[in-house]
């Protein structure tokens, strides 16, 4: 079974969510499909997506499993966000939260070390 994933954020400022996820995930957007969308691809078919949606802003909350999330997490720095929280479970696995201006959240997620 093929896979394609959409992971949608709404947000209420889309010029300034566009502005924030560019820096968190360090380019502009793979593709802008309308006046209202910005769609960046993370991996092969799987994508995460802005969408101007004053209504629904701040109540997304999605996280990211990445095999490089120290790298990651200093890269978004180097781009001059910080994040939210910083989180070990008792497995070891790591979680890095950011919150963008409308308070949606977006985790990135590691490996124990």
């Known amino acids: ?3 394609v994933l959409f992971a949608g954020i709404p947000v209420a400022d889309y010029a300034a969510a566009l502005a924030w996820y560019e820096r968190l ?4 957007p793979t593709f802008i499909p309308n006046d209202t ?4 691809e993370l ?4 994508y995460v997506y802005i969408e ?4 629904h802003a701040g ?17 978004i720095a180097d781009r001059g966000l910080g ?3 910083r989180e ?11 919150q963008d201006p409308d308070g949606n959240e977006i985790g990135f997620g590691g490996a124990p070390l």
């Open 52 to 55: 101007h949606r004053p209504g």
């Open 25 to 28: 995930l360090g380019s502009p």
């Open 59 to 75: 109540h997304a909350m999605h996280t990211v499993f990445v095999d490089d999330l120290d790298t990651r997490v200093a890269g």
């Open 83 to 85: 994040p939210r929280s």
């Open 88 to 98: 070990t479970y008792s497995n070891g696995v790591r979680k890095v939260t950011y």
């Open 43 to 46: 991996a092969e078919h799987r």
């Open 1 to 3: 079974m093929a896979v």
């Open 37 to 40: 969308e910005a769609v960046w």
